[in-house]
């Protein structure tokens, strides 16, 4: 069982930036497939972002060109820079290994 667990949310104006850490247990950390998902209040979970092992990225149309993932297989971290930030980005947001293993989540506000 990977242990994940999610850091560096918090409350950001419009058009602020956050970045959103991810540390996943693990002796074979850069074989893991690893994602972002957010989910709000009253909606389904989506996807925001995924990185494979080889580093190629996936991103939800909603977030392209202002989020970015990447992956620092020396710290067993995966990270989500979120820049233009909008309100409709307000969400919990969600790591995941191998999109088996899930961690708490951290909550991202975006409020002026």
């Known amino acids: 069982q990977v242990h994940v667990v999610e850091s560096g949310g918090g409350l950001v104006q419009p058009g602020g930036s956050l970045r959103l850490s991810c540390a996943a247990s693990g002796s074979i950390f850069k074989t893991y497939t690893m994602g972002w998902y957010r989910q709000a209040p009253r909606k389904q979970r989506e996807l925001v972002a995924i990185?494979?092992?080889?580093?190629?990225?996936t991103y939800a149309d909603s977030v392209k060109g202002r989020f970015t993932i990447s992956r620092d297989n020396a710290k067993n971290t995966v990270y989500l820079q979120m820049d233009s930030l909008k309100h409709e980005d307000t969400a919990l947001y969600l790591c995941?290994?191998?999109?088996?293993?899930w961690g708490p989540g951290t909550q991202v506000t975006v409020s002026s």
């Open positions: 990185i494979r092992s080889g580093g190629t990225t």
């Open positions: 995941t290994a191998n999109f088996a293993s």
